[in-house]
Each structure stands twice: as C-alpha cells, then as structure tokens.
C-alpha cells in the first residue's frame, strides 16, 4: 500500500494544449521546412473555410519576415466575415473548439485543432503572443495579443485594443512569431503549397511576400464562389451505441420516433415501423436456446425476412407493442440497453445511401482553369465522379485533374489534396499516392510515366476524410476510396491517349508529307524533260495533290474520332 501511494503522488490531469505541447510532432511540427509550412497551412485554410461559408469570394495575403537565423514574423491576412471579440480567445487558443468538429460537414479543416495548434508553436519557439486583428466590418477594429494557457486548455488575451472603423473594413490579420523553422522554396515550403492551393481554389486570389520582399501573385481564374458546405445528417450505418444514446439527450424532439425521423438521414415513419418490426425480431430471437436455430434466424434476419421471423414466434404481437411503446417515449428517457438494440436493428436493415448534396467538389472546369492558369499545359482534363460512400455510410467523391505538356517539366508529378487542401508530407502511405501507381500508364501511351511531362491532380472530398494522422498530410487506404480514384485516373488517362493518339498521327503525317515533298523537285525536273511541261508547273501540280491527299486524310480521321465520341 506505501507503494501504491508513493506511486499515485505523482498523478497528474493533463490538458489537451500540454498534450499537443509535448507532441507537437503529432500536428505536423517536426523538421524546419514543414513547421513553417504547417503554420501558413492552418492560417489559410480557415481563411478559405470562413470567406466560403460567408459567400466572399477570398483575397488572402501571405507575408513571410525574416527576424533572424530561423526565426520569422509570419503574417497572414484575408477578407473573410471577421471574428466577434466574445470567441477570439477560443478560435486561437482552445484546442479541440470551433465552428466545424461537432457538425457533419465538408470542411478543411475538420478537428478545432489547427489555428490554436499555430498559436502554441509559435508560443513555445518565440515565448511571444499572436496579434490578432479583426472585424466584422462594424465600427470597430480588434486589436487582441492572444496565448494559450497550456494548463487549462484555453486562450488568454494579455493586450488588447480597440480602433475606430472609418472604412468598415471586414475581415482577419493575424501575425505570429516562430523560431527553429526555414524557409525555402521546395516542394514542402510555403511557395509550393500556396501554389497548389491556388489550383484547386480557382476562385481565391493568393499573395505571397517572401523574405526577400519579393511579391508573388496567385490570380483569381474564376469568379465563382463555392456554394457553402450544407452540414448533412448522420447514416444509420454509420453511427454507434453512444451516438444514438447522445444525441437522444440533447434532442429537442418530444419522441424516440420524431428524433429518429428528424435527426438522420434516411430514416421515415415507414422505416421506423421497419425498425420496430427488427427490434422486436432481434429480442425473440435473443431468447432461442438452440444456437443453430438462432444462428438460421440471424441468417433469415439479415435477408430482410423480417416478418417471417417474427411469425415463427408465439405472442410476438406482444413484443412488437412492446418497442412500438418505446418509440413514443420521450428521447431523454431512451437507455443505454434500448439504443444498443437500435444500433443494432440498423445493421440489419436496408437504407439509402447517405445523400451527397452537402458535398462541394471543385468541378471539372474549375479544375482545368486552375491547371491551364498556374501550369501552362498543351493539354488539360479533369473527371468528377459521381459521389459515393465506405464503411459506415460515410459519403466522399473524388475528382481527378490530368496535365500534360507545355510548360510542364519532364517528370511524373503528383499533386494530393483532401477538401481542396495540399497533402505535402507522407505520400508514401497516401491511398492517392497507391492509387495513382497501381494504374498501367503504358496503355494509355505513357511509356515512360517518370519522365514524362505528366502533372496528376487527385481530390477527395468527404465529411470525414480518413486521415492516418492528426496531421493531416496522408489518406488511410480505403478500398472503396481507392477504386473511385483508380476510376477517375483511368478515365482522364483515356482521353490524355485520345490526345497523345492525334499528336503522334499529325507527327507521322508531317513526317510523310516532308518525305514526298523532299523529292519534289527532282520529279518535277524529270517530267518536264520527258513530257516538255514548264518545271515550276508539274512541281505546283504535284504540292497541290500531296496537301489535298494529306488534308482528306485528317477530315476522315476527324470524323472518326467524332462518332466515337
């Protein structure tokens, strides 16, 4: 027992913010050149998450200081709706707090960790607060220096201003100092990223001021703003015992059955009278003492032979009024044992796939504005694919972009991204990654994939993307995630062949044409000897007839491919 409580003497409660202190390795902050990105990372995705949800088309400014041997001022401002002063502290220094986690919606940024997480590095390289300035475009300005109090998980503002607002300007500027980061212009640095964000987010204007002071500009391409995500109901197929039990205590919903009805998707009247037909099978069959036969019922159940499972009973009726009766009773009152049998019932029924209509994807002409403005190509495609859903109900879609040429550099190029955001870091684990390599390039007439002009773009959008991590740079290979992008490669590299086939044909035939034509002359001069005909004469006669023969050749083959088509 002396042991014991020598031991528990130094039991200790640790906060969420002294957990991800410790661990900041867990968020993306481990190597010089990743830190700094994962910082401007935070900072613009919540810029782009909030000006959408707002309908503002974005205008983000990127500013990058140099203060020192790796240490930095990193800026970044945008036109997005602004921050009211009540919820400055919990928006940068509240891990796990925000507007997006608790709703089922397609958002960047997806856990209330990020812009708190920005915060915190900066606070343990720097030891300095982040200046906040913001508004909502009334007569103020708020000018805030924010920390975290690491011990209680929350933000504390140690300064702070007010200035009036003469021209209603409306939006975020936040500034924060790091230390023991890098910038340079790779593939993993702050230039890269905001590059790609510029591909897949045609409609954001994005700056970037390098510590050089050198202005680099991001245009906009498109004027169309993305329609706000929707937040979307959860699947019956996709929820747990303690969803269920959850929601039933924070319901406002005066029955099981109205909160059913009204807080999933895909769940009528009708399906509930299903459901209670399930439970109640599912309680009979509970009091078989034969396994086998219980085994056979289980197997009948989930053939959806309900009604003949219940039949095989006596008294049934009883049980069926039994758990009719719990659905009329009040939510709050649902147990922990009756929300299990829910669950459970769910599992055996057949539903709808979950609907797909808060899903956002980039489109297909956005996505080719984005390539064609930032890549230059010769050729440019992109394929969306109809949305579809992995396990647990979870609905996602996949969309591909395909570049080819121009002023594109040898070389295969893989651009990942999850809701329109860069995955710069563990491509090896990425499903886009396994995807994108499992596919046979040479029947598309890609011989040599690693030196050809290729950029691959690869989008997948979801409520949930299946991270591998906190830090949010690598999808976890999900079999139904990975054979929609194998689909969607397959189809864009279809059309890159189409292309490449009428590239290599136009090749032959000039090569053809220059062929004739080289003994041109020498015919020509053979001829008139022969025949008296003018020279210049029997030279024209014989480039008309090639241009004419080589000409009714492209007219035939365009018509081909048309019908095709």
């Known amino acids: ?56 088309a974005p205008y983000i400014r990127v500013e990058i200081e140099e203060l020192g041997r790796e240490h930095y001022k990193v800026i970044v401002e945008d036109n997005g709706p602004g921050i009211p002063e009540k919820y400055i502290t919990h928006v940068f220094g509240k891990m796990l707090a925000g507007t997006k986690a608790h709703r089922n919606i397609q958002s960047r940024g997806q856990q209330g960790i990020g812009i708190s997480g920005a915060v915190m590095f900066a606070q343990i390289t720097s030891g300095k607060a982040t200046r906040v300035i913001t508004s909502t475009g009334g007569e103020e300005i ?27 300007w409306r939006g975020t500027r936040i500034e924060l100092e ?79 059955k109205r909160f059913l009805v009204g807080e999933f998707s895909r769940i009528s009247d009708k399906k509930v009278d299903e459901l209670i037909e399930y439970i109640a099978a599912l309680r009979l069959i509970k009091t078989e003492k034969d396994k086998s036969v219980q085994d056979q019922l289980y197997e009948r159940l989930a053939k959806g ?48 796939a979950p609907p797909t209509h808060g899903l956002r994807p980039i489109g297909e002409e956005n996505i080719e504005k984005g390539l064609k403005g930032i890549l230059k190509p010769e050729f440019v495609t992109a394929v969306t694919r109809p949305p579809k859903v992995y396990s647990g109900g979870i609905p996602f879609q996949v969309e591909v972009g395909l570049a080819y040429g121009g002023e594109i ?11 329109r955001v860069p995955l710069l870091f563990d491509a090896g684990s990425c499903v886009t990654t396994l995807a994108a390599r499992s596919v046979d390039w040479k029947r598309y007439k890609v011989d040599d994939l690693e030196r050809a002009p290729v950029v691959l773009m690869i989008n ?8 591998t991590g906190t830090g949010k740079q690598s999808i976890a290979n999900v079999d139904e995630i990975q054979n929609e992008i194998r689909l969607a490669i397959m189809d864009a590299a279809r059309k890159l062949q189409t292309y490449l086939s009428g590239k290599h044909r136009k090749l032959y035939q000039v090569k053809r044409r220059k062929t004739f034509e080289k003994y041109v002359p020498e015919i020509a001069r053979a001829l008139s000897v022969l025949t008296g005909e003018p020279e210049d004469a029997i030279k024209n006669y014989f480039i008309s007839y090639i241009e004419s023969h080589f000409a009714a050749k492209e007219e035939a083959k365009a018509e081909e491919v048309s019908e095709n088509a």
């Not at 410790?22 to 902050?29: D, E, I």
């Not at 690491?150 to 209603?168: A, C, M």
């Not at 997948?460 to 991270?467: A, L, M, R």
């Open 142 to 168: 708020i000018e805030a220096w924010v920390k975290i109090d690491v011990d209680k998980n929350e933000g504390k503002i140690v300064k702070k201003e007010k200035h009036p607002n003469p021209k209603g």
């Open 305 to 352: 032979e309900v009604k003949a499972v219940l039949r095989s009973f006596r008294g049934y009726t009883k049980v069926v009024k039994q758990v009719a009766k719990m659905m009329e009773k009040p939510p709050e009152k649902l147990t922990w044992h009756e929300a299990e049998e829910i669950v459970e019932a769910f599992k055996y029924m057949k539903f709808l």
């Open 409 to 419: 550099p040898a070389g295969f190029e893989l651009l990942r991204y999850a809701n």
């Open 460 to 467: 997948v959008i979801s409520v949930h993307v299946p991270y």
């Open 178 to 256: 790091v230390k023991n980061v890098r910038y340079v212009r790779s593939k993993q640095g702050v230039y890269w990223y905001l590059k790609l964000t510029a591909i897949a987010n045609p409609h954001a204007h994005i700056e970037l001021i390098e510590p050089d002071g050198k202005l680099i500009v991001f245009p906009r391409s498109s004027d169309e703003v993305p329609e706000p995500p929707v937040e979307m109901k959860p699947h019956p197929r996709g929820v747990l015992t303690d969803d269920v039990y959850r929601m039933a205590k924070k319901t406002r919903r005066n029955t099981v």
């Open 1 to 56: 027992m002396a042991e014991a409580k020598q031991l528990f003497k130094e039991f200790k409660i640790q906060s969420v913010s002294e957990f991800f202190r410790r661990n900041a390795a867990m968020l993306g902050y481990t190597g010089k050149i990743r830190s700094l990105t994962t910082v401007i990372h935070e900072a613009v995705t919540n810029s782009l998450d909030a000006c959408e949800e707002a309908g503002i």
